[in-house]
């Protein structure tokens, strides 16, 4: 099998923090056929690929986002969804986020839509949930491909660092790391003794279909 491009989002440092996205030819020279830099403070979290080719961007920024006119952030750090056409076209921006830090961890791909995961501080706004103000936690979202709006949300136990992940229509997310009593949606996880990794899949209207604990009693840590 011979892969089609290879996709990368990251940070890079010359007068600034910025956003860059390249999509490389799979062969030996690795040539890219585009790339992007925000010419702002920002940090390229994660890359999933979608239907057509296009490219779903996660991004944590500050100031304001990429293209224009400016779209400001909410106040310290905001999370920041971008779409990129084949031929490195911004087709979509949507930024998100209450008024502390809000960070993305992961972006996946849920039956074309990108569904995000990530966490925010404070008093924020759940990503865009339209539910108001919410305490912190992490979160996972889905948002339509077309526009960035909205679709569904769940919010998590403070300090849930989570990630996703997708295959045949469901969303696996999962936390660093936990302590105590935790339920994401299909009853309470609780921890062996320290802190313990939890696990869950979603369905695609963000209801809960499993979730599982792993660790022992001493502290377990999650890595993605």
């Not at 998100?96 to 809000?102: C, E, K, T, V």
């Not at 074309?112 to 996972?140: E, H, T, Y």
């Not at 003794?193 to 660790?215: H, I, K, N, P, Q």
């Amino acid at each position: 099998m011979r892969l089609k491009g290879i996709h990368v989002a990251g940070a890079f440092l010359a007068w600034f923090f910025a956003l860059a996205i390249a999509t490389c030819q799979a062969h030996a020279q690795l040539t890219p056929t585009w790339s992007r830099d925000s010419a702002e403070v920002g940090r390229g979290k994660a890359v999933a690929v979608g239907a057509a080719s296009n490219a779903y961007v996660a991004a944590s920024i500050a100031g304001c986002a990429y293209g224009a006119p400016c779209v400001p952030t909410a106040n310290r750090e905001d999370v920041a969804l971008i779409r990129y056409s084949p031929t490195g076209a911004q087709t979509v921006l949507r930024v998100m986020g209450g008024p502390d830090i809000d960070l993305p961890y992961g972006v996946a791909m849920q039956q074309g839509d990108p569904v995000i995961g990530g966490d925010f501080m404070g008093f924020g706004a759940m990503i865009d949930s339209g539910k108001g103000l919410q305490p912190a936690g992490g979160f996972l979202g889905r948002y339509a491909h077309e526009n960035g709006a909205h679709l569904w949300s769940q919010r998590f136990l403070f300090g849930t660092q989570v990630k996703a992940g997708a295959s045949n229509g469901t969303v696996g997310a999962g936390s660093g790391q936990f302590q105590g009593t935790t339920n994401v949606g299909c009853g309470a996880l609780v921890s062996a003794g320290s802190t313990d990794v939890w696990a869950a899949v979603f369905s695609e209207t963000g209801s809960c279909l499993w979730s599982a604990r792993y660790g022992g009693t001493s502290a377990d840590v999650g890595y993605w």
